[in-house]
């Protein structure tokens, strides 16, 4: 059983910069993908970014791409997700989800094929 603990979240003005952090203990980190979500209020849980095994393969969503950052330390058993020019719309409650699996460069973007989840931590964006 793997458990995960976001942390890093906040209230910061838009154009700001933070990072997320996920750590991951119960099990063996380098055999898990990861992925991080997000859900506003009143929205659908949505996918962010993944990143395989490996640390290699990565995806992000349309609007993460050239602001968002996936990364992992495995020897830490600590995943990231490094956010620049944050906007408004990026406020929601990010979600860091792990799921076991074979290959070290696939990466997962449906939330249900996740095994394990976060208990989520809170990003509000200031305007």
């Known amino acids: 059983q793997v458990q995960l603990v976001e942390s890093g979240g906040g209230l910061v003005q838009a154009g700001a910069a933070l990072r997320l952090s996920c750590a991951a203990s119960?099990?063996?980190?380098?055999?898990?993908?990861m992925g991080w979500f997000r859900q506003a209020p009143g929205k659908e849980r949505e996918f962010v970014a993944a990143?395989?095994?490996?640390?290699?393969?990565?995806i992000y969503t349309d609007s993460a791409k050239g602001r968002f950052t996936i990364s992992r330390n495995n020897a830490k058993s600590t995943m990231f997700l490094q956010m620049n020019t944050l906007k408004p719309e990026d406020t929601a409650v990010y979600y860091c989800?792990?799921?076991?699996?074979?290959?070290?460069?696939?990466?997962?973007?449906?939330?249900?094929?996740?095994?394990?989840w976060g208990q989520g931590t809170q990003l509000t964006v200031s305007s």
């Open positions: 989800a792990a799921v076991r699996l074979s290959s070290v460069l696939a990466v997962v973007t449906t939330a249900t094929e996740y095994q394990y």
């Open positions: 119960g099990g063996i980190f380098g055999n898990y993908a």
């Open positions: 990143l395989s095994r490996s640390g290699v393969g990565t």
